[in-house]
Structures are given as structure tokens and as C-alpha cells.
């Protein structure tokens, strides 16, 4: 007789901390630009040995992963990293809006100082985080899904290539219904 095995998995969001908790500012918005919006999220990978955690910043119009970091911890640099990545790449940031959940690694004083000085909105998730944040939790699912994130690795160091081997073929190759068949490079650099 085979018996399933219960897949476990990591908590990445830990909301009960002293920061303070953002508004969330995009819930009724309409977003018509690349760099209006960037949601951000963490999601885990397996290894043989435990996890490790990928932070990524998402691109709402254009759909593009445009911050990235795998780290083997929840630490707050592995966030702050894939922050800066996205802002160094980003050729204009006026009127933009980071949107997280109310994770203890966004709330922090450090990653709220840095959105401050680059003049970025803080919006976060009320409630029902994982709704108010569907986006970020889509390409989540899609990475692990249809780029085989899913799969237990042999370590931190082939998660890495494998993060970075599947977040290139996202954006540069993966045609997306919502996007009229476009690639999310297609579309930033288009509109950008």
C-alpha cells in the first residue's frame, strides 16, 4: 500500500511585530505604466538539508520580475537585496508603489528607510494578505509550477542557478494571456 507523504513547508510571513503596518494603497488602482507598482513577496525552496527563500519583486503592469535574491534564511538581506537589484535596474521610479505583505522583513525600519529615501509609497496588505497580494502569490505558483522550483535541490548553491535559470525564462520567454501573448521583458521595455 503507498501512503502520501505530507509535504511540509515553511511559514515565510510572520505579521506580529512592533513595526509599523502600511495602508494598503493599491486596492482600487488602476495600474497603466511599468514602475507604477511593485509587489513583493518571499516564497521558500526545498534543499536536502532545509530551506532557503526567495524574495522577488514583481513589475504589476508589465508582469517582469524585476528584484530578485535566494539566501538560505528569512534575514532581512535577502529582501534588501533583491530591493536594490530592482531599483538599479529601474530607470524610473517617480510615483512609485512597493506592495508587500506585512512580513516582519518589510515592516523593518531598514527596508522602509530605503522605500523613504528613494521617495517610494509603502502600501501593504489589511487582511486577507494572500488576496490582496494575488499577484505576487501568482508568480509564486508559476515559478515553482511551470519552472520546477517545486523540486527538493541538492543545495543552496543549485537552488541559486536554478532561481536564476527559471526567473530568466519568465521573463524573457514565458508568453502570458493577460499580457496578449507578450513577454513580461516584452512589455516593460516597451512601455518603460
Known sequence: MLT?????????????HRFYKYNNLIKNIEVTRPNQVWVSDITYIRTIKGFCYLAL??????????GYDLSDSLELKG??????????????I???IHHSDRGIQYCSNVYTQILKRKKIDI??????????????ERVNGIL?????????????????????NAINL???IRLHLSL???TPNMVYKLSA
Open 180 to 182: 496578449d501573448y507578450k
Open 79 to 92: 529582501c534588501v537585496r533583491a530591493l536594490k537589484k530592482a531599483i538599479y535596474q529601474a530607470k524610473n
Open 94 to 96: 517617480n510615483g512609485l
Open 4 to 16: 502520501l507523504r505530507k509535504k511540509t513547508s515553511a511559514r515565510t510571513t510572520n505579521s506580529y
Open 123 to 136: 502600501s501593504m496588505t489589511e487582511e486577507n494578505h494572500c488576496y490582496e497580494n494575488a499577484m505576487a
Open 57 to 66: 519583486i514583481t513589475d504589476v503592469h508589465s508582469r517582469k520580475i524585476v
Open 170 to 172: 519568465y521573463n524573457e
Open 144 to 164: 515553482k509550477d511551470e519552472f520546477y522550483l517545486d523540486q527538493t535541490f541538492d543545495n543552496v548553491a543549485h537552488a541559486k542557478r536554478a532561481a536564476k
